[in-house]
T-cell receptor, first 113, second 112 residues
Framework: QKEVEQDPGPLSVPEGAIVSLNCTYS??????FMWYRQYSRKGPELLMY????GNKEDGRFTAQVDKSSKYISLFIRDSQPSDSATYLC?????????????FGTGTRLQVTL | NAGVMQNPRHLVRRRGQEARLRCSPM?????VYWYRQLPEEGLKFMVY????????ESGMPKERFSAEFPKEGPSILRIQQVVRGDSAAYFC??????????FGPGTRLLVL
């Protein structure tokens, strides 16, 4: 079983839709949770960063973490064609020193006109 | 503000040659990480370095791969005697400390 599971998609939605992306994980030591966006043949771009459980909002993006269920989500409101990309969840078990990230395989999102 | 810089962006090597990938972290960042991304797969951690020290190399293949982050200059990921299975995108990330990592554009290695 992988430490981080993520539905690879592809997920196709019309412009303006609300998108929900999710990851589950098995390692209860994970405390830091991130979402990255990766356009084709580019490097991952950090979108959201959260620590432990709770919600965080930044513009059209909302990240949720439920540590009791080992489940994290990214919501995108009013989706745009420019949101078409692969979305990667990542997490780490930092104990106060910098730590490696464990990634999901990514969900490919296509926002259509 | 320059982000994480990687070069070359594309590298072609024949089997048995050596590949050297370079990474310059963001200004003020002293932590460097290397990840590998195979086609249709997520990023896999390889190694974490601070200046002149390897902190965690648990993701590095035992043979042919090495990494360094000298006191002066960029971090180097070195792959000796490359094989076709080494073809992948190699990403470098940097951070200031125990927080978010920022990624470079990657080096795409193709082994013929």
């Amino acid at each position: 079983q992988k430490e981080v599971e993520q539905d690879p998609g592809p997920l196709s939605v019309p412009e303006g839709a609300i998108v929900s992306l999710n990851c589950t994980y098995s390692n209860s030591a994970f405390q830091y949770f991130m979402w990255y966006r990766q356009y084709s043949r580019k490097g991952p771009e950090l979108l959201m960063y959260t620590y432990s459980s709770g919600n965080k909002e930044d513009g059209r993006f909302t990240a949720q973490v439920d540590k009791s269920s080992k489940y994290i989500s990214l919501f995108i409101r009013d989706s745009q064609p420019s949101d078409s990309a692969t979305y990667l969840c990542a997490m780490s078990a930092s104990s106060g020193t910098a730590s490696k990230l464990t990634f999901g395989t990514g969900t490919r999102l296509q926002v259509t006109l | 503000n320059a982000g994480v810089m990687q070069n070359p962006r594309h590298l072609v090597r024949r089997r048995g040659q050596e590949a050297r990938l370079r990474c310059s972290p963001m200004k003020g960042h002293s932590h460097v990480y290397w990840y590998r991304q195979l086609p249709e797969e997520g990023l896999k951690f390889m190694v974490y370095l601070q200046k002149e020290n390897i902190i965690d190399e648990s993701g590095m293949p035992k043979e042919r791969f090495s990494a360094e982050f000298p006191k002066e200059g960029p971090s180097i990921l070195r792959i000796q005697q490359v094989v076709r299975g080494d073809s992948a995108a190699y990403f470098c990330a940097s951070s200031r400390g125990p927080e978010t990592q920022y990624f470079g554009p990657g080096t795409r290695l193709l082994v013929l």
